[in-house]
């Protein structure tokens, strides 16, 4: 094999390295995680302004939200401080988690339908468990980078 070609192979090997590695930032970018009492999950945030200030705030510190059932169908609690909202009316489902008049975060283990600024998904829970673990009683949110 000629010179050329072995830099030209390193080149794109480099590149691809280089591509996979900043892949992989992104989605960290895109996630973070949730513990609810013990468990933790993972969530993948949507792309607003929302995320992106939420995003700088968890750069400072986890955020804890004490949370209690409303409707047998979520968990909400104060957050603390506002982020800016992009409300729309959806339907909610297990694993949603959204901003709700600014300032509150609510966590669904079951289906609802309003007007929410949605912040991210539980990735790695079915409908089941989030029913164990959220059904009954208040819970303590904690919110962190990934």
């Known amino acids: 094999m000629s010179l050329f070609k072995k830099i030209t192979l390193i080149i794109i090997i480099l590149s691809l ?34 995320t992106q200030e939420l995003l700088k705030a968890l ?18 609690g104060d957050l603390g401080f506002s982020l800016p909202t992009n409300d729309e009316n959806f ?15 609510s966590l669904f283990y079951d289906s609802h339908s309003w007007s929410y600024t949605k912040i991210g998904k539980i990735q790695n829970a079915d409908s089941n468990q989030l029913k164990d673990i959220l059904g009954t009683g208040d819970v303590v949110l904690e919110l962190s980078l990934k």
């Open 59 to 76: 750069e400072k510190s986890n955020v804890t939200v004490n949370a209690t059932d409303y409707g047998n169908f979520e968990k909400v």
């Open 17 to 50: 390295i280089a591509l996979s590695a900043a892949s992989a930032k992104d989605m960290d970018d895109n996630m973070i995680k949730i513990k609810v009492n013990d468990d933790v999950f993972d969530v993948e945030l949507e792309n607003n302004s929302a």
């Open 91 to 105: 339907n909610t489902s297990p694993g949603d988690i959204v901003l709700y008049q600014g300032n509150q975060i």
